[in-house]
């Protein structure tokens, strides 16, 4: 998740199943210039907050430096972070900007993807940002595996091609 998400919603991002009792999944913050405040949600423990800024003391949460791109933490540095960190596995539940460095890094293998029934416009931020393509066909390409009703809500699975 990006630092915007932690500003302007101070989510938890745990896990609140019924019946879950097994340990929380490490959290993950994208925080290029350490906005995270010490009074988030998640500047607590098991939270990994990757930086390209000189890192300092947020909360409890771990902190560390990683690799920088544009200004932003290296999608490369951010999953071998995550590897260090013992992650086989990473949800991505960011926004525009974080679907779209994942994106154009070539290394997002499938999509869960969320859909109401409302219609934002140009109030809306962009679920995915700027792709960089130089040609539609650049465009990352996915396979539809199924859509469910979520309520009024529609829930499509893709994999990529």
Not at 80 to 104: P, Y
Not at 132 to 153: I, Q
Request: aromatic share 4%.
């Amino acid at each position: 998740m990006g630092v915007e998400t932690v500003l302007h919603d101070d989510p938890e991002l745990t896990a609140r199943l019924p019946g879950r009792t097994v340990d929380q999944p490490l959290r993950v913050v994208l925080d290029s210039r350490l906005r995270t405040p010490a009074t988030a949600k998640l500047a607590r423990e098991n939270t990994l907050i990757l930086t390209a800024a000189q890192p300092h003391a947020i909360g409890s949460a771990e902190v560390r430096r990683v690799g920088a791109e544009d200004g932003r933490p290296a999608v490369p540095d951010v999953l071998k972070a995550l590897k260090d960190a013992g992650a086989t596995s990473v949800l991505i539940e960011g926004g525009g900007q974080v679907a779209a460095s994942f994106l154009r890094a070539g290394v997002v293998d499938a999509l869960e993807w969320f859909r109401a029934p409302i219609l934002l416009g140009g109030e809306g931020r962009p679920c995915v940002a700027a792709l960089a393509l130089a040609k539609l066909s650049d465009a990352p390409k996915f396979r539809r595996l199924g859509v469910e009703p979520v309520g009024d809500d529609l829930w499509e699975r893709y994999v990529r091609l």
